[in-house]
C-alpha cells in the first residue's frame, strides 16, 4: 500500500539491507521470506531494548527501492501528510507504478 505521512522527529530505524545485514545476522533473504517469518525477525526488533521505531528494507519486487514498516511505538513520530489541493502527486506515482510494473487496470 501507498501512504504519505510527514515524520515529526527522527526515526529509529533496522537497517536490513546492505552490510547491516551481517551485523544484524541475516541475508538478503530477509526482503523475500514468508510473511511468517518477516513478522517473527520484526516482533524481535519490537522487542529490542534498542527500541527501533521500525525497519528499513529491499522491496521484495524491486530491489532498487526500499521499503519502511513502522511498529505502533512509533506512532508519536509521525502524523498524516498533508496533500495540497489540486494535487496530482500520489495519482501520478500510482500511474508511474503501473506503468513500470506493466500492470492493466480492468
Known sequence: SVARIKVVKD????KLHGADLHLNRTTAEISSC???IARNWAGQYMRHPDKAD??????KHNDDEFSVALFDGAKHK?????????????????LQLISDYHLKLI
Open 11 to 14: 526515526l529509529n530505524l533496522v
Open 78 to 94: 509521525i502524523n498524516p501528510g498533508n496533500r495540497p489541493k489540486g494535487s496530482l502527486d500520489m495519482e501520478n506515482a500510482i
Open 34 to 36: 514468508s510473511r511468517v
Open 54 to 59: 521500525g525497519i528499513l528494507y529491499r522491496c
